[in-house]
């Protein structure tokens, strides 16, 4: 754990533990877990004020270990999806440390958020072993006299957190808590940040198959068609303002469908769209109406994540509009429907425009809802809104704007494989690797041993000058790989990832991943084909500081088939640990090859891998 500054030693530390997914060691007194932890703080100098919470679906956990954790300070959490819970638990704080005690997977992007909202996230992140924590205190654990200790349930959503335990054991057994517990697990499943649309119509449709005992949920969606908060999401690219209509007169016009409609609570107009490509007396008259500005770089490819975005938003349920003819919003209109909020879907804004007999009243040319403001996605200006139309003008036709938007459409179209890459520096040399191996793409070549694959990265990558760690994964849909072919990859120290949809979008996720528990320098290689080679993110990370390894320009059959006397020495000098085996289908771990493949045989796998095929067709 990286040393405190003097700003970080005393500032408040924030700890949130998912006790489900490290729950306390056999044998170990769960009084001494927050004496331990703050222990570690202190001995890397961070001595302020310590908050730790523990949180999971708490009904799984013993009430004497539950009572004495309580007792001991540590505040109780009650969150259906653990380690997924804590995100909506951040508040902007610039001066909190904040710490995770996880498994080694969990929170994929949370680092990243963290960072965003002014946190300082502690290294390693999550701190995922318990026993390792406990085990470096040597010292005498005093007996804590901190403040009293609080319970909150994300489920009931009460507020504020209450307190006593035997309360928090009454509303644990309450009927209607188990209720809505229920339904919220059969409804509710959280994926990772900064998904791509792909990433979050896979989860949406996999979550609302299981939309099956959602009777209360539907009765909240009635009252909030009524009474909550209505956004609507207008791709104003696809759907421009008609040339014999007012432009102010927009906002009002959808105002008053969806008053027709039953939608009376407040109102959100949001135009998103690269925005430079419209005319400026257009901007100026929607946003004088009260319509808000978003810029995104890709127009409606960019509404699924911002409708995920909002239904997992604290607070009550919402009613989201999209007026957007593109047609994947069109063929999954159903998925978008979510649980969690009233959805509809309107592909031309011509009903509103054309001319009609019906005047409006004074109450619909009013502003649309409160003060309209922008906000940037391209530039990351999202946690501070602006409001004043001449700054939205300034900053859309900025250098800095342009040349950050140039840069995303770039790397977007694929044209930047061109582009050279930087050399690696010093440090480079000496930093961790990750390699991402897309083993369907680029198999294990006929005659090439597969015991040898990962000495044979390993010596590319020294021949290079690489010297520092090296972790290599190979990804893929592994169900119809032979055996022999994983047993040996895996021996040679390279992890097994089973993949449900395509490489690029699975190496998006590794990539986050990556960045989250690896800051720069750091190096990373993908072997695929050029096309996969090309994501965003890979070549966004060279902008973030972290150096990109080009594979072989040859084939992958040279890369693999090299010379094997060299190799030999290789393989019998060196230990390899084995590799992780992990299936994102199901989202599981296995501690051995044999149950791993076991396990991709297994109907259930199967039954989960079509769901995801489904997916990927549509």
Not at 569 to 582: F, K, P, R, V
Request: proline content about 7%; some cysteine.
């Amino acid at each position: 754990m990286k040393k405190a500054t003097q700003e970080q030693a005393k500032a408040l530390t924030l700890v949130f533990w998912d006790i489900i997914k490290c729950p306390v060691p056999d044998g170990c007194d769960p009084r001494v877990i927050l004496p331990s932890i703050k222990r570690l703080l202190e001995n890397n100098g961070y001595c302020g004020p310590l908050t730790v919470t523990a949180i999971g679906k708490l009904a799984d956990v013993p009430i004497d270990i539950l009572r004495a954790l309580y007792s001991s300070g540590i505040h109780l959490t009650i969150g259906p999806l653990g380690s997924s819970d804590i995100t909506g638990l951040i508040e902007i704080d610039e001066t909190a440390n904040f710490m995770v005690i996880s498994d080694q997977k969990a929170c994929p992007g949370l680092f990243k958020t963290l960072q965003s909202f002014g946190y300082n996230p502690l290294r390693p992140f999550p701190y995922h072993s318990l026993d390792s924590l406990i085990k470096e205190d040597s010292g005498v654990l005093e007996e804590e006299t901190g403040e009293s200790a609080s319970w909150y349930c994300l489920v009931c959503r009460h507020d504020p957190p209450a307190l006593g335990f035997n309360n928090f054991i009454t509303h644990l057994s309450n009927a209607d808590h188990k209720l809505r517990l229920t339904t919220t697990r059969n409804t509710m499943r959280r994926p990772p940040a900064d998904l791509s649309r792909v990433h979050v119509s896979a989860y949406l449709i996999e979550r609302n198959l299981m939309r099956l005992k959602q009777g209360p949920i539907l009765t909240d969606l009635k009252t909030a068609k009524s009474e909550g908060e209505t956004l609507v999401y207008w791709d104003i690219k696809l759907c421009p303002v008609p040339h014999d209509c007012d432009a102010s007169l927009v906002g009002p016009r959808i105002k008053r469908f969806l008053k027709k409609e039953g939608f009376s609570g407040p109102l959100t107009i949001i135009a998103i769209g690269v925005l430079a490509d419209v005319p400026t007396d257009i901007l100026r008259a929607l946003y004088s109406s009260g319509i808000t500005f978003h810029i995104v770089p890709y127009g409606s490819a960019d509404i699924p994540s911002l409708i995920f975005e909002c239904c997992h938003r604290n607070g009550p349920l919402r009613n989201i509009m999209v007026i957007s003819n593109d047609e994947y919003l069109t063929n999954q209109s159903d998925v978008l429907q979510t649980p969690f909020c009233n959805f509809k879907l309107l592909n031309s804004l011509q009903s509103f425009c054309l001319p009609d007999s019906v005047t409006l009243e004074e109450d619909d040319c009013s502003e649309t809802g409160e003060s309209p403001f922008w906000i940037c996605s391209v530039c990351n200006f999202r946690n501070f809104p602006c409001q004043s139309f001449d700054s939205f003008t300034k900053h859309l036709f900025g250098i800095y704007h342009q040349r950050k938007l140039s840069d995303l459409l770039l790397m977007r179209s694929g044209h930047c494989l061109g582009a050279p890459l930087r050399e690696p520096l010093e440090e480079n040399l000496e930093a961790i690797t990750s390699v991402y191996w897309d083993i369907k793409m680029r198999p294990v070549p006929p005659g090439c041993d597969p015991h040898r694959v990962g000495p044979c990265i390993k010596r590319f990558l020294e021949n290079k000058g690489y010297s520092g760690p090296l972790t290599i994964t190979a990804m893929g849909a592994l169900e119809d790989v032979p055996y022999d072919i994983l047993r040996g990859v895996h021996s040679s120290g390279i992890a097994l990832d089973c993949i449900p949809y395509g490489f690029s979008i699975s190496l998006e996720r590794h990539i986050y991943e990556f960045m989250d528990w690896n800051p720069p320098p750091a190096n990373v290689m993908v072997i695929s084909d050029a096309k996969h080679s090309a994501s965003d993110d890979v070549f966004g990370l060279q902008s973030k500081g972290y150096n990109i390894v080009e594979p072989p320009c040859d084939s992958h059959e040279s890369f693999f088939l090299a010379d094997s006397r060299a190799l030999e020495a290789c393989c019998e000098t060196s230990e390899y640990l084995l590799g992780d085996l992990y299936c994102w289908v199901c989202c599981r771990h296995f501690d051995n090859l044999k149950n791993f493949t076991f396990h991709l045989a297994c109907k259930r796998h199967q039954r989960k891998l079509l769901k995801w095929s489904q997916v990927e067709e549509e």
